[in-house]
């Protein structure tokens, strides 16, 4: 594998279920990323962690949880969505957070629909 | 707050004309600006960027130019693909305090190239 990979591409839940998005990078950066992309909306900034510390947490509800065990690996925990939660959920990852010379690298996303 | 505009889509052309597609921003200081292009079913993939004022991003034909007095970053190709049809998106990026690293979009502009 290279790049940014992210599993499911594809994930249907209710509102009840519990479910887990992962993303894992093969480039060897320390910052990651998740984004949420909505139709007609802009690229939303969920959460950033940088050498495993979460640095940025954007205001999301708690119903999103997420976790980076390790600068390879984050995941995005789900629980008790609401439908306006479907979108395109998106992993990035970065060299660090030094300078604004800051090229992220995307994984291919995770469609989410909840019903 | 940083922002990102960018000209309302879509954009529809005939293979082999040329395409503008207008960014402009509002950032204290002097951010990096980038363009990422999202083919369908995928991420995002950096196509070019530009770090200071009067610097000219190019890649795969395209280009934009940091325009510091009009804070823009307006992308172009003088003869689009069919292959160039995705929805395409300007960023920037600040080094230093709370936004570190931090990349702010736009709303993304959808490309149609038809042969």
């Known amino acids: 594998e290279t790049g940014v990979t992210q599993t499911p591409r594809h994930l249907v839940m209710g509102m009840t279920n519990k479910k887990s998005l992962k993303c894992e990078q093969h480039?060897?950066?320390?910052?990651m990323y998740w984004y949420k992309q909505s139709a007609k909306k802009p690229l939303e900034l969920m959460f950033v962690y940088n050498f495993k510390e979460q640095t940025e947490n954007n205001s999301v509800p708690s119903r999103f949880s997420p976790e980076c065990p390790n600068s390879s690996h984050l995941f995005l925990h789900l629980h008790t969505l609401q439908p306006e939660d479907s979108a395109l959920y998106l992993c990035?990852?970065?060299?660090?957070?030094?300078?604004?010379?800051?090229?992220?690298?995307f994984g291919p996303g995770t469609r989410l629909t909840v019903l | 707050g940083d922002s990102v505009t960018q000209m309302e889509g879509p954009v529809t052309l005939s293979e082999e004309a040329c395409l503008t597609i207008n960014c402009t921003y509002t950032a204290t200081g002097y951010p990096s600006l980038f363009w990422y292009v999202q083919y369908p079913g995928e991420g995002l993939q950096l196509l070019l960027k530009a770090t200071k004022a009067d610097d000219k991003g190019s890649n795969k034909g395209f280009e934009a130019t940091y325009r510091k007095e009009t804070t823009s970053f307006h992308l172009e190709k003088g003869s689009v693909q069919v292959s160039d049809s995705a929805v395409y998106f300007c960023?920037?990026?600040?080094?230093?305090?709370?936004?570190?690293?931090?990349?702010?979009f736009g709303q993304g502009t959808i490309l149609t190239v038809h042969p």
């Open positions: 990035a990852s970065s060299q660090s957070l030094a300078g604004g010379d800051n090229e992220q690298f």
């Open positions: 480039l060897g950066h320390n910052a």
């Open positions: 960023a920037l990026s600040r080094a230093g305090g709370t936004s570190y690293g931090k990349l702010t």
